[in-house]
């Protein structure tokens, strides 16, 4: 069981280097054939090809990122395009995606080579920006879309629709648009609620809106929604997906977001549990009786 894997990592980082070797080691032991795959976390480009050509990736039956989450979320966008299965090895902070700690990877690994295993299906955002009736931006996101203010010192008006319905007209910060995925990313630190990943549903998580009435809304990941930036020429805002700025928006333009037909599948050890996992992670209390 999976006989080709890709490696995916960020070259810049020491330590992860240092867990690729270890792992490319214990790989070549055990006969499996790799293939390496980097990217520029500083810059945020897309995911270059460090050895064998990109045609060899449909060949893959498993990618294995080595870093934090933001690594997982580089990679994710390889893994969709393929569709290969993926899993994390912890070299980051939190490592919500990236599950498997570095210093225990041989025998998580060894369980999992052996059948034992859970497979864990994400969906992932698509985005279009029209201007003046035109695309100009075509893009994914495992985590989240936010439209935020691009001047320091004012709010963005912008209104939103869902399903062609007028939800609101607001001043503020910006809004995030969240998957299940990114309600423990930066939703999470707007006053999102945590979604189960497994919640087919969208959280709409406006950025410090000038309105105390203004709170997250939860909708069904099949809705169409629509952020039209306001006319003033004050109102611009910048588009990110999943952490990377893609573009500078301008008044009129329109942000249409919706679920992408395509899944990710994250493979995780078969003791994975999503409760564990937030206890650990956002220091819940334990239990005691």
């Not at 893609?246 to 942000?255: F, M, Y």
Request: positive net charge; hydrophobic residues 40%.
């Amino acid at each position: 069981m999976f006989k080709h894997i890709v490696l995916i990592t960020n070259s810049k980082s020491a330590k992860v280097l240092s867990t690729l070797e270890q792992l490319t080691i214990y790989l070549q032991n055990i006969k499996k054939t790799i293939s390496f795959y980097a990217f520029d976390n500083n810059t945020g480009d897309n995911i270059s090809i460090t050895s064998n050509d990109q045609k060899s990736a449909t060949h893959h039956d498993l990618a294995i990122a080595i870093g934090g989450d933001g690594t997982m979320l580089k990679a994710a966008q390889l893994a969709c395009l393929y569709n290969i299965p993926l899993l994390g090895i912890n070299r980051g902070k939190l490592g919500f995606l990236a599950d498997i700690p570095a210093n225990s990877m041989e025998q998580h690994l060894r369980q999992i080579f052996a059948g034992h295993f859970t497979r864990d299906e994400r969906f992932l955002l698509s985005t279009e920006v029209f201007r003046k009736n035109v695309s100009i931006f075509q893009g994914n996101a495992l985590n989240d879309v936010i439209l935020q203010r691009w001047n320091i010192a004012r709010l963005v008006e912008f209104k939103t629709y869902v399903d062609n319905n007028f939800v609101h007209q607001q001043r503020s910060d910006g809004l995030i648009i969240s998957s299940p995925t990114g309600s423990t990313a930066y939703a999470l630190s707007g006053g999102g609620p945590i979604l189960y990943p497994s919640l087919s549903a969208l959280a709409l998580i406006p950025i410090c809106p000038h309105s105390l009435s203004n709170r997250p809304i939860i909708i069904d990941a099949s809705s169409k929604i629509e952020i039209i930036v306001g006319t003033r020429k004050h109102d611009q805002a910048r588009l990110t997906c999943d952490g990377d700025i893609k573009l500078e928006l301008a008044p009129k333009d329109r942000v249409c977001i919706s679920k992408k037909d395509s899944k990710i599948c994250f493979i995780h050890p078969a003791d994975h549990n999503h409760f564990n996992l937030l206890r650990a992670k956002l220091n819940w209390g334990k239990k005691n009786c």
